[in-house]
């Protein structure tokens, strides 16, 4: 039987977390002199940033939660996806001695993450076609792996990764299986949010910084268990979520119709920018993609990415990772932007 205690690093445990004045008075009424703020109001013309914010950003939870259908106490917030990467890892590894599996080519931050906590990686390259090796991982797992990450859709191949695959790992594996769904919106895919109930040991991990184009806010959302949030919670910053991104995200939630239409008209981009790429000579393969980024295969990625530069078009190289010779990563631009991509590109003399 999993257990997330056991699981947990021994002194996070027994931590006596910071207990901060919302903490201890958690009343709407009275005369606040609990918490050293300014009586006054702020400098500001708007008063009303004075108060610490809630937090455990209740009033976004409970509305993000009739949205995701789960429970509020089966989300935790952080700043960005960053944080609850770097919390995962502070929670559940110990340094220099538990280790991680990582599948790339991957989103860099689990890796970055891993070092600056000193938790060894175990990278199994995922197959030619950017799915799970799924012998490899189970080999690859010992007694201190004690998180796999697998993003799905993945960044920077945009495929989604094989629900079996996935299935499989949360069985058999008794550490945390952490699927990242920064692009999910994208994709036909449901969420695994769906299968919590199924998997003690599943973190989803999802984010306002891409569908809902709210990348400047850092706001990014884990659903687990109770008990794996609860962890979360004791360890986070205090007060990790200003209140302008609790407000502002709480009008994004009441404005989800803005979100879709914004996802819709993405995917009509894309599928019209796959379709334009693969007529362009210097563009040997372009991949199928369920995120809102396509990765192309090209004649030589670093002079392609060199001219386009001299174009004012930025892509990303990411010819230096695994499985991705000679790649560039394209975001999906606005319909402007991805004709004079393409018009840039019919030009391109090798
Ligand atoms: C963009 C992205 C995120 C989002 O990160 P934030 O810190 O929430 O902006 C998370 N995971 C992957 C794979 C991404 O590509």
């Known amino acids: 039987m999993f257990n997330v205690e056991s699981l947990v690093r021994k002194h996070i445990l027994t931590l ?51 949205i995701k259908t789960c429970n509020p106490n089966q989300i935790f917030l952080g700043n960005g996806s960053d944080e609850p990467i770097d919390l995962l890892f502070r929670a559940f590894c110990e340094p220099h001695h538990d280790n991680v599996i990582l599948m790339p080519p991957t989103y860099g931050m689990y890796e970055v993450s891993a070092n600056l906590n ?41 495929n989604s990764l094989k629900k079996v695959h996935i299935r499989l790992l949360l069985s058999n594996f008794g550490g945390l299986v952490i699927i990242d769904e920064a692009y999910i919106d994208f994709a036909k895919d449901r969420s695994w949010i769906e299968e919590l109930s199924d998997f003690p040991n599943l973190v989803v991990l999802q984010t306002f910084s891409k569908a809902w184009g709210l990348a400047a806010l850092r706001l990014g959302m884990t659903f687990a268990s109770p008990e794996i949030i609860e962890f979360l919670n004791k360890i986070k910053p205090p007060y990790n979520i200003n209140e302008v991104t ?28 796959a379709v334009e ?50 790649s560039l990563r394209i975001t999906v631009g606005t319909q402007e932007e991805n004709e004079s991509l393409i018009s840039a590109l019919a030009k391109y003399k090798s």
């Open 118 to 158: 000193q938790v060894f990686t175990k990278k199994i390259k995922l197959t030619a076609d950017f799915q799970i090796d799924i012998d490899g991982v189970l080999k690859a797992i010992d007694n201190r792996t004690k998180l796999i990450f697998i993003c799905s859709p993945n960044n920077p191949s945009a």
């Open 246 to 273: 609790q407000e502002l995200a709480i009008q994004a939630l009441d404005n989800i119709k803005r979100k879709n239409d914004m996802v819709e008209a993405i995917l009509q981009e894309r599928e019209k920018l």
């Open 277 to 326: 790429l693969s007529k362009i000579p210097c563009i040997l393969k372009v991949y199928p993609s369920n995120a809102n980024f396509i990765l192309v295969k090209t004649s030589s990625a670093k002079q392609i990415y060199d001219y386009l530069i001299d174009n004012k078009i930025i892509v990303r190289d990411r010819s230096k990772v695994a499985l991705c010779d000679d």
């Open 16 to 66: 006596q977390p910071y207990s901060s004045a919302r903490d201890e008075y958690t009343g709407k009424e009275g005369i606040f002199l609990d918490a050293n703020e300014n009586p006054y109001g702020s400098v500001l013309e708007h008063e009303k940033y004075n108060r610490y914010p809630d937090p455990y950003q209740r009033k976004v939870k409970e509305k993000l939660a009739e």
